[in-house]
């Protein structure tokens, strides 16, 4: 034996429960490929390593969510289970729509208050199992591209789940991987972001971050640079920041993912301890910070599509589309800390901070992109036999991605993996055979927007 290695002993795992569907990852993409399975009579089980429901959106504390119209905002392109969640929420006063001066329009959300919704949707669906706090080991493979079981481990050891159909709404694409899914990683993954909850956010007229960070950026190199955006909180006193920037991290690298939780952190206690010197007689409270950082991009699954920058900004009608958006292209770089936004009013604009550095058309003057689609051909990973993927590993180039990666959009894509989930384990066909113009027909029915 290598001093570097260690030879594990065999080890025999009791099978804990059957299921027709076992979706690993409990983001809002994962719940929402439980719920639609679910509804349509499959027994799932729904697995996530953390104590809630929600990934980014709760964890993350990512609390924004993307409009649900076209680029008009006269007709509505998104509906489902993104939809159910947000009347859930409005009733409370847990949601509010804004629309920003360049005519961006967007939903605030109560991250704790969601997780809660999200917690009532699952456990009032008998047909789902919920397994919160265990994580996912390995796969166990029947042969190429099929699983017969997964792995997993909660606070009693190792277990087995035994499901016809397997769905990977990880974000890491952790069973895809283990399943031997060929993966693809990027030259120049979008960095990474720690959001945080402030008190006592409020500022004179006229205050700039962006000049106030300038100011102190020698006396606190851990300031971070680039874009930032924040929103107050609805159904409370305080105000989400998503300020901080990681540059240069592989988010695949544990390794990095480390430095990058700890950075990201410096990088809150700098505009902290900034704002308490620029403001010496204002108290600033900081108030929660996130349980994990926001992963912009990882790993992605080379599936049976993939969808280009090209395909979404000509406006391809796909025959076999599952979601609509109109989040732009978004891209931060992990060089120079700038973002550009190629917007589908067909305006570019270029930021450094807060301020708009260049713009310019990308469309003819007056010509605009209504909405794009997202297929269910980069959902179904190449060789697959019973395993889909739902969240941001699924299979998308650099311009596309930049636009589809956003929470409303991923949201579809996992009500889509859940239908054909649900169609592969009926028919006992492969994932990719399954029927998608019923996959088109069965998601409307449930509610989905199908255009």
Not at 178 to 207: I, K, L, N, Y
Not at 220 to 236: A, K, Q, V
Not at 355 to 370: A, D, F, K
Request: aromatic content about 6%; overall charge neutral.
């Amino acid at each position: 034996m290598s001093e570097n290695t260690m030879t594990l002993p065999p080890e025999t795992v009791p099978v804990k429960i059957e299921a027709d569907i076992c979706v690993v990852g409990g983001s809002c993409t994962g719940v929402f490929a439980a719920l639609r399975a679910a509804r349509l009579g499959a027994k799932v089980v729904l697995l996530e390593k953390s104590n809630r429901l929600g990934g980014v959106a709760t964890l993350g504390l990512v609390g924004m969510w993307h409009s649900l119209f076209d680029i008009t905002h006269q007709q509505q392109i998104i509906g489902g289970l993104t939809f159910e969640t947000l009347e859930r929420l409005e009733k409370t006063g847990a949601c509010t729509t804004f629309r920003e001066p360049t005519d961006y329009y967007g939903i605030r959300l109560n991250s704790e208050e969601l997780t809660l919704v999200l917690d009532t949707m699952v456990t009032s669906e008998k047909n789902i199992t919920l397994y919160l706090q265990t994580s996912f080991s390995q796969a166990v493979l029947a042969g190429p591209g099929k699983i017969e079981a997964i792995v997993a481990e909660d606070k009693s050891g190792r277990f087995a789940i035994r499901a016809s159909v397997f769905i990977d709404a990880s974000g890491d694409g952790v069973l895809a991987r283990s399943a031997g899914m060929t993966m693809r990683r990027v030259d120049h993954p979008q960095p990474p972001t720690s959001c945080a909850r402030f008190s006592g956010w409020s500022f004179p007229e006229g205050f700039s971050l962006r000049k106030c960070m300038d100011k102190y950026r020698e006396e606190l190199p851990d300031l971070p640079c680039g874009y930032y955006w924040g929103m107050p909180i609805p159904n409370s006193q305080l105000f989400m920041l998503a300020g901080t920037r990681v540059m240069q991290c592989d988010c695949n690298d544990p390794d990095e993912i480390t430095r990058a939780e700890i950075t990201s952190r410096r990088q809150i206690k700098a505009i902290l301890d900034m704002l308490r010197r620029e403001f010496p007689d204002r108290k600033f409270g900081l108030e929660t910070l996130p349980s994990a950082i926001g992963i912009r991009e990882g790993l992605h699954v080379e599936s049976i599509g993939t969808l280009t920058g090209e395909e979404l900004l000509a406006g391809r009608r796909f025959p076999d589309a599952i979601g609509n958006g109109t989040y732009p292209v978004d891209i931060h770089n992990d060089t120079d800390a700038t973002i550009s936004f190629k917007n589908l009013n067909g305006t570019m604009r270029v930021y450094r901070g807060d301020q708009c550095i260049s713009t310019e058309r990308w469309l003819p003057e007056g010509q605009v992109l209504p909405y794009y689609q997202i297929p269910l051909s980069c959902l179904i990973p190449r060789g697959a036999v019973n395993v889909l993927v739902a969240g941001r590993m699924l299979d998308a180039d650099r311009d596309a991605f930049g636009a589809v990666r956003v929470m409303v959009n991923l949201n579809q894509c996992g009500e889509a993996a859940g239908v054909a989930a649900w169609q592969a384990m009926r028919d006992g066909k492969g994932v990719a055979n399954v029927d998608r113009a019923e996959t088109r027909r069965l998601l409307k029915t449930g509610g989905a927007i199908i255009l």
